[in-house]
């Protein structure tokens, strides 16, 4: 009873938040989901990324061991999505992504935070770092058939993560009043987050719905055994991998949908993947919470 109350406190806020969300659009309110996803990304995440890192308090090899362990799961993940796509004869440019990465924004970083604390958070933000510079370049070559993976390198996240891993490493801390303005801004990017991702999937036009759900289904097993197998296999300690668990088995991420709208992928299959697995996520989230913690 304690366990169920425990993982209910952890995920309420997550899913009542993105709930708002939903139902601010269903009651016809404006909501700009491009200009808050460009000020997020651009700037309150940057701010939580690198004040997280900042100021966290976890030993360096404990931070390395994550590090490693999340570049391996992403690339495991990414070798057998694609022999996933390519078994089954899937479009690559639609499918692959979606498969790989998961929504460690939106839900992975709120849920580390609630179930973990500032511990959480600092770990999470380290899987979360190594997702985005792996999206914003294989990611994008994939899903636009190609071209420049250079991307990343405009990316205000990337050098963050960079500058905070920097501060980390060499213990600095800038001054109190540019750190309390960085604290501000960051703690903005969480509650902002939840709830575009609630006005996101309620304004998806999901299609194919068997395919997605299976797929989704797929997803799960699969991002759920590569993190934990790893997990297991690079000694994390306790919290590090749990987060790890968590923040691979996120369900498909809005952004994949934006992104093959934008380089003319299949958008209604995506979008059916993200509704699906965001879906499922109520069910497997608290389950998997319940089984690391």
């Not at 993560?161 to 109190?176: A, E, K, N, S």
């Not at 109520?282 to 919470?289: A, E, G, S």
């Amino acid at each position: 009873m304690n366990l169920a109350l425990t993982v209910l406190e952890i995920v309420a806020p997550v899913f009542l938040l993105a709930a708002i969300g939903l139902v601010w659009v269903k009651a016809g309110f404006e909501y700009r989901v491009e200009f808050v996803t460009r000020l997020a990304m651009t700037l309150s995440v940057p701010c939580l990324i690198f004040t997280a890192l900042m100021k966290t308090r976890i030993e360096s090899e404990a931070l390395t061991g994550l590090l490693l362990a999340a570049i391996a799961a992403y690339a495991v993940l990414t070798l057998a999505a694609a022999l996933l796509v390519w078994i089954v004869g899937l479009d690559a440019r639609s499918y692959l992504a979606p498969l790989i990465f998961g929504n460690t924004g939106n839900l992975g970083l709120p849920l580390a935070l609630f179930a973990f604390g500032e511990i959480g958070l600092s770990y999470a933000v380290v899987v979360f770092a190594v997702m985005a510079v792996w999206s914003f370049t294989f990611g994008i070559w994939v899903v636009s058939g190609g071209g420049s993976v250079t991307r990343a390198l405009k990316e205000p996240l990337l050098w963050a993560t960079l500058l905070g891993g920097l501060f980390l490493w060499q213990g600095w801390v800038t001054p109190r009043w540019l750190t309390n303005t960085l604290e501000l801004t960051g703690q903005m990017a969480i509650p902002m987050m939840l709830i575009t991702l609630g006005v996101a999937v309620a304004r998806l036009n999901a299609g194919r719905m068997l395919q997605a759900s299976l797929l989704a289904l797929v997803k799960v097993v699969l991002c759920t055994g590569v993190a934990w197998g790893l997990g297991r296999l690079f000694h994390l300690d306790d919290v590090a991998f749990a987060v790890l668990v968590l923040q691979v088995a996120t369900p498909v991420a809005v952004t994949s949908y934006l992104l093959a709208e934008k380089y003319g992928a299949d958008s209604e299959a995506v979008a059916g993947l993200v509704v699906a697995s965001t879906l499922a996520s109520v069910l497997y989230l608290p389950l998997l919470l319940a089984a690391v913690l």
